[in-house]
């Protein structure tokens, strides 16, 4: 059993960076698939990256559009989103979970989630 946590957010101007983390605080997640995701709210949460445990092969939302980059450190048990030329519509909290079936879009394919990171692109 495995317990993220999400820090790195914050305020940011639109084009500018942030660089999330997602630390296992108990497990290791080297050998696992993780899945960032974000919400805003009134809005179902939404499939952000993944990167998996075997080749760390990473797929992205199409929204992405390569402004984003999910790496993972196992010595360090962290997973990273860069994020790069902000806009005020990637505001949400962002959240990391652990992947455990089928498709990697669906956040009910995922648990052992987060508490989320709340990033905020001001225009």
């Known amino acids: 059993q495995a317990q993220l946590a999400e820090s790195g957010g914050g305020l940011v101007q639109a084009g500018g960076s942030l660089r999330l983390s997602c630390a296992a605080t108990?497990?290791?997640?080297?050998?696992?698939?993780v899945g960032w995701f974000r919400q805003v709210p009134g809005k179902e949460r939404e499939f952000v990256a993944v990167?998996?445990?075997?080749?760390?092969?990473?797929y992205y939302a199409e929204f992405v559009e390569g402004r984003f980059t999910i790496s993972r450190d196992n010595n360090k048990n962290i997973v990273y989103l860069q994020m790069n030329s902000l806009k005020p519509t990637d505001t949400a909290v962002y959240s990391c979970?652990?992947?455990?079936?089928?498709?990697?879009?669906?956040?009910?394919?995922?648990?052992?989630w987060g508490l989320g990171t709340q990033v905020t692109v001001s225009s």
């Open positions: 979970a652990l992947h455990r079936l089928g498709t990697y879009d669906p956040p009910r394919n995922y648990d052992f």
């Open positions: 108990e497990g290791d997640i080297s050998w696992q698939t």
């Open positions: 990167i998996t445990a075997s080749d760390h092969s990473t």
